[in-house]
């Protein structure tokens, strides 16, 4: 390790935090060296005797950085990285001193605090070695602020470097996708994450991307997309038939994007697979309620007004059988995510979200569930038989959740460090 550099320990853990790999900056043996700007401060200590304070800005930055081996971030970048660049603006520690302050707010969760400092790396010298790792570092914030606007072309600019080794270059087209999902610019957010996989095993064939953190953050943004198209399809107020057809199209997207989800899981990378199963979950419970909430078709012959609120009733608890497979994959589906995460120990926002929907999840499906069969009502016989006219799940719904999603939740391995993994939270709708 360097002198100047971070410790080991703090290192580790801001490179378990996601986003760009954090590298602690300090002036490399490849810069050009010169004499320090020495400041030499008069003052009187508590007896009242004049005392001399001398430093340079090497000095400073020794300081902050002993500072930060106690945890002291806020302490080392106010009373001394801020210092250093305040009085010694032209020292060669400007920029290891202003990337330093960002990476440990941004570590401490200081987001906002951050974004000043990477942008002073950048600005300063927007070609020099920090100037990279503070780029990629500011795509992660902006992209978890959900600053989209300001993150697309951001990244755009990062993308243009030539400097980007091949993980680097994948992580910026994983963050531009993620960008371009926020924007809502679902076809652009595709097109950009199935770029940025077929880049991922391009490279994989070498062995130049170690780590499938950034391949499972765009095989996300694309099931994502492909998840966002299936939930715009609305059921229409039609006749049974149309009804089927747009419910078919909704079903193949579904599915569709099951099967991304699923590759998603396959990346193993604990964070993006407790996020995937989650999705996988909560598409099921959104369908079930859009077709529970569909208009119902029309019966196919004619019956009185008075026998109408008979049909319709008949018609929704009918249709709530029918279509209570989709509940049964909801659950299963959490319940396999949890397990998941119990078995990683990956801290996730995604567990709370299961946790919380598995439950509601079980006494709707409880609810859902009649204990006997209903006493056939007044007017029952003169309202049209509903079944005829009830949508048609596919083949893969109506069965029990594939034992490939058990497999793949299986194979997930644990997170190498305890820590969030930040942007997948700022894409959930």
């Not at 200590?45 to 430093?55: K, N, P, Q, R």
């Not at 801020?82 to 400007?94: A, I, N």
């Not at 989209?148 to 963050?175: K, S, T, Y």
């Not at 083949?395 to 490939?404: D, Q, S, Y």
């Amino acid at each position: 390790m360097h002198k100047n550099a971070l410790p080991l320990a703090l290192a580790s853990l801001l490179a378990a935090c996601g986003g760009a790999t954090p590298r602690p900056a300090v002036p490399g043996a490849d810069d050009t060296l010169s004499m320090e700007e020495m400041r030499i401060v008069a003052g009187r200590d508590g007896e009242g005797a004049l005392v001399f304070d001398s430093y340079d800005a090497g000095q400073l930055f020794e300081r902050g950085t002993a500072l930060l081996n106690e945890g002291r971030c806020r302490d080392a970048v106010s009373d001394y990285y801020d210092r250093l660049v305040r009085e010694f603006p032209g020292s060669r520690y400007v920029s290891p001193a202003l990337y330093n302050s960002g990476l440990c707010l941004h570590e401490g969760g200081e987001l906002e605090a951050s974004i000043p400092y990477y942008q002073g790396v950048l600005e300063r010298a927007p070609t020099g070695r920090d100037a990279k790792h503070a780029g990629l570092q500011l795509a992660q914030v902006l992209v978890n602020l959900e600053r989209w606007e300001e993150a697309l072309p951001h990244v755009d600019r990062v993308l243009l470097r030539e400097d980007l080794e091949a993980p680097e270059r994948l992580e910026g087209l994983a963050r531009r996708a993620q960008a371009l999902l926020g924007l809502e610019r679902v076809d652009d957010a595709e097109r950009q994450a199935r770029d940025a996989l077929s880049y991922y095993r391009m490279q994989q064939r070498t062995g130049q991307i170690p780590e499938p953190y950034f391949a499972a953050a765009a095989n996300f943004v694309l099931a994502e997309a492909v998840r966002l198209r299936s939930e715009a399809i609305a059921l229409p107020a039609a006749d049974a038939q149309t009804q089927h057809e747009v419910l078919d199209q909704r079903a193949r997207l579904v599915l569709d994007a099951q099967r991304e989800y699923f590759n998603t899981i396959r990346h193993t990378d604990a964070h993006w697979a407790a996020a995937a199963g989650y999705r996988i979950g909560s598409m099921y419970d959104r369908l079930y309620h859009a077709l529970m909430e569909a208009p119902i078709p029309p019966p196919t012959r004619e019956i009185s007004d008075d026998t109408m609120p008979v049909y319709e009733e008949e018609y929704r608890a009918e249709l709530s059988r029918h279509i209570r497979p989709l509940l049964r994959h909801a659950i299963r589906y959490w319940e396999l995510t949890l397990l998941m995460v119990e078995r990683t120990g990956v801290q996730t926002e995604w567990a709370e979200r299961t946790q919380g929907e598995l439950e509601r999840m079980r006494a709707l499906l409880l609810d859902a569930t009649d204990p006997a069969e209903p006493e056939e009502e007044e007017g029952a016989e003169e309202a049209a038989d509903p079944q005829a006219r009830l949508p048609e799940l596919p083949a893969e719904m109506r069965r029990e959740p594939a034992l490939g999603a058990e497999v793949a939740l299986a194979a997930v391995q644990a997170a190498p460090e305890p820590g969030p993994r930040v942007g997948a939270l700022a894409l959930a709708r």
